[in-house]
């Protein structure tokens, strides 16, 4: 029950008794020192002294307090300014004066944020502001020497995670700088605050409440991103990756609009807690999900080092819930605030943060090592492709020149005579020129020094994939050197390859879909070898590489009649000249068409080139219109 306006209340007088006092007040819990009141109270005080003297008074714990004598108003309170203050400690025990007989006080006490305070007038006789500052300290020892060496210790790492990140230019050690960093802000505000500074805020400290949900944000926020980082999330799974970053958007969204509700509303806690924490309960059960997600679904070891380090944030953060809502640690009402953390007095969430971060400095050390041990093995695996890349290449170079020399052999030999054997002469040499084309020493230069690109960069994973790929295309053109038709199938596994290949080599400059027939059986049906791959070419270097955007090229094979499949080949690159289209400029282009006569002249069967720009003007529409061969 309140205490009725101008009410005279009793106070408790005691001489020397500050410790007493301190003990049975600023560390009593709600049990003794019950808060009975809500929003604002006024009451007056009556103090009878035998002789002039200067005091210390405590009337409660509320916000704002205003102590009115004959002479004086003074100003205490946890959110009044520090300017305002007799002293910048006197925020519960205010220094007044006394004078010989009966004084009287009038003391207003106000609460914004709806909760209760406490109201219990005692005066301490014989001590001075400077007693209470010597006790608070002796009291917060602990808790100030902690504080301090796990600000210092958070600083150390952050500048060895900046200087890893600047000489080694590895990303996750900037995520993890951003983290302490964030961590930091947290505590710098929240001892700001606590320790009486006030340098941000000198004048407003009622917002403190506000700012520090932001840094909270923060912290979550990058916190997610180190996992992110850390256990390669972008790459191994997509689903958690997004997950992710809706969490990241919703908890930075959130806690801004709580702090700015805070600020607008002047601390209004009943909407706080009837709107704002229900929202907090789905992102907790999100948060939980990705926990739960990671666990029991995440594969790799490093995961870990991830929840090992939560746990111990969320011990602490648990212990210090236990210590206030069920053991009734008392509530700080002095200047320094004493955590709520059990017997020792001092923070368990500060010196977690502490062992978090070095957990995960640990986990980013065990991730380093284990891909460098990954890399040695991918360099070793290397070399025993590219000495198998040599075999190859110098297999298929004996083939085709053998090749070459038997073909010329033939056009020269009189015996030739009939126009079809000459037609399957010229086909042959077409043939190989096609794979000559494939297989000259520009391509092949450029292709060794892609992967040496992707070794020297420390990318082995990517130069055994492009090795891979690269040694399946000279499988193929090998094995099919001698052959004038391939299943359309094979034809589609080579352009893929073809594509793949280039896509790797520059870095995704482009992207490709082949879109195969809807009839699966027409993929076992022949058609003329090596057609496709020289187009492809054409897209890839005179269509997407000059682009400025990424490019696009697509391959689609449909059905066109009975014997016949329509291939088309759209890129969206910068498009052919008037000129260009008519003539068909392209080397490999042009072959491509004395391939299509001789064909002509040997099966009697006609095969469609068509290649135009595309209607909307953006890149190259090429229609081929293929016969079975066989």
């Not at 111990?312 to 069920?326: D, K, L, P, R, Y």
């Not at 001092?346 to 284990?370: C, P, Q």
């Not at 082949?514 to 049906?525: G, H």
């Not at 006569?597 to 890149?619: A, M, P, T, V, W």
């Amino acid at each position: 029950m309140g205490v009725q306006a101008q009410q005279v209340l009793p106070i408790e007088i005691c001489e020397n008794c500050l410790k007493e006092i301190f003990e049975d007040t600023f560390k009593a819990t709600k049990e003794a020192l019950p808060p009975t009141h809500k929003d604002s109270v006024s009451f007056k005080l009556k103090i009878p002294i035998g002789k002039s003297q200067k005091g210390l008074l405590y009337v409660g714990d509320s916000e704002y307090i205003n102590v009115f004598n004959q002479s004086d108003t003074l100003k205490a309170g946890k959110f009044t300014p520090k300017a305002a203050l007799e002293s910048p400690f006197a925020r519960y025990l205010i220094p007044i004066s006394l004078k010989k007989g009966e004084n009287d006080f009038l003391v207003k006490m106000s609460q914004n944020d709806g909760k209760y305070f406490t109201v219990a007038p005692k005066l301490v006789l014989g001590s001075d502001i400077e007693d209470a500052v010597s006790l608070y300290y002796l009291q917060n020892e602990n808790a100030r020497t902690v504080n301090l060496i796990c600000i210092l210790l958070l600083s150390l790492l952050l500048i060895f995670s900046l200087y890893h990140f600047v000489v080694l230019r590895n990303r996750i050690y900037g995520v993890y700088g951003c983290y302490i960093f964030s961590i930091l802000l947290f505590l710098f505000l929240f001892t700001d605050e606590y320790s009486q500074w006030h340098f941000l805020l000198p004048n407003d400290l009622d917002k403190y409440g506000a700012l520090n949900i932001i840094p909270q944000g923060i912290v979550y926020a990058v916190y997610t991103e180190f996992g992110i980082a850390l256990l390669d999330i972008k790459r191994k799974d997509k689903w958690l990756f997004k997950v992710s970053k809706v969490f990241q958007v919703l908890i930075i969204l959130l806690t801004s609009s709580h702090a700015l509700y805070l600020i607008l509303s002047g601390g209004d806690q009943e909407f706080i807690f009837k709107y704002f924490y229900k929202v907090y309960l789905i992102l907790t059960v999100l948060s939980t999900y990705i926990t739960f997600y990671i666990i029991f679904k995440f594969k790799d070891k490093l995961k870990w080092f991830l929840i090992i380090g939560s746990w111990v944030i969320g011990f602490a953060v648990s212990n210090e819930i236990i210590n206030v809502f069920v053991m009734g640690v008392p509530k700080a009402r002095d200047f320094f605030y004493t955590q709520p953390s059990g017997f020792l007095h001092f923070s368990f969430l500060e010196i977690s943060y502490v062992i978090e971060s070095l957990i995960f400095l640990m986990g980013i050390n065990y991730g380093s090592l284990r891909k460098e041990k990954e890399n040695v093995a991918l360099r070793e695996k290397l070399i025993e492709q590219l000495q198998e890349k040599e075999i190859l290449e110098k297999e298929v170079n004996e083939l085709l020149q053998d090749k070459l020399m038997a073909s010329q052999q033939k056009l020269n030999l009189e015996k030739l005579t009939t126009e079809n054997e000459r037609n399957k002469s010229q086909l042959m040499q077409s043939q190989l020129s096609s794979l000559q084309l494939q297989m000259n020493p520009h391509y092949l230069f450029n292709s060794l020094n892609s992967i040496n690109d992707f070794i020297i960069s420390k990318r082995p994973e990517e130069a055994s994939e492009y090795l891979a790929l690269y040694a399946r295309m000279m499988r193929n053109i090998l094995r099919n050197s001698d052959k004038t038709f391939n299943t359309l199938e094979q034809e589609l596994q080579f352009c893929e390859d073809y594509l793949s290949l280039e896509s790797l080599r520059f870095e995704d400059k482009f992207k490709y879909k082949i879109i195969r027939p809807k009839n699966w059986k027409l993929l076992d049906r022949k058609i003329p070898g090596m057609m496709l791959q020289p187009i492809l070419e054409n897209a890839v270097w005179h269509g997407v590489m000059p682009l400025k955007r990424k490019g696009l090229i697509e391959l689609e094979v449909s059905e066109n009649a009975a014997e016949e499949v329509l291939i088309e080949i759209r890129d969206n690159g910068i498009g052919l000249k008037e000129n260009e289209i008519a003539n068909h400029k392209s080397y490999a282009l042009k072959n491509i068409q004395e391939k299509i006569e001789l064909l002509f002249k040997l099966y009697q069967k006609k095969i469609s080139f068509d290649i135009n720009n595309r209607e909307d003007r953006k890149g190259v529409l090429v229609k081929i219109k293929v016969p079975f061969f066989e």
